[in-house]
């Protein structure tokens, strides 16, 4: 599917998009309205199930930031599971499909090349908060990656 246009059945999105929609306060830009309309228009939003560590994670640096404090930090997982995000598990083709991803957007990691894999094998599109990812995806030819940016600046 590399390199087409994914349908809007449904969306995945990355950690950072689900922490910048319950924390405005860490958020680079606002995503609300942007999440807020997918969910009033009944798109299914998906992400793999390490999304939930990832975010969680997010939080807890928040607090440790002192950017936000302890009730805040425990109203914002409330805030995360109420997203009504759809986990699928770490299956083996979805991992090695990430490996194969990681390497075409030249990472080290293969945390990112999940979403995209998962992406992929839904025919929905990907968005995320990691402009760097979303343009190193769009250059490995893949039209179906934006930057929750580009919701922002009304693309």
Do not use: K
């Amino acid at each position: 599917m590399l390199g087409t246009s994914n349908s809007s059945l449904g969306i995945v999105i990355d950690a950072n998009v689900a922490v910048w929609t319950v924390l405005p306060a860490i958020a680079q830009i606002d995503v609300f309205e942007r999440v807020t309309h997918w969910q009033e228009s009944g798109v299914p939003l998906w992400a793999p199930t390490h999304w939930t560590a990832e975010a969680v994670s997010a939080i807890r640096r928040a607090i440790y930031a002192r950017v936000i404090g302890t009730e805040r930090g425990l109203q914002a997982i409330d805030d995360l599971f109420a997203l009504e995000v759809e986990l699928l598990p770490m299956e083996t083709h979805r991992c090695q499909s990430a490996l194969a991803w990681a390497g075409r957007v030249n990472q080290s990691r293969a945390y990112d090349g999940v979403y995209l894999a998962l992406a992929e094998e839904l025919g929905a599109e990907f968005w995320t908060a990691d402009r760097r990812l979303a343009n190193a995806a769009q250059q490995a030819g893949v039209t179906w990656a934006h930057w929750i940016g580009e919701a922002a600046a009304g693309e």
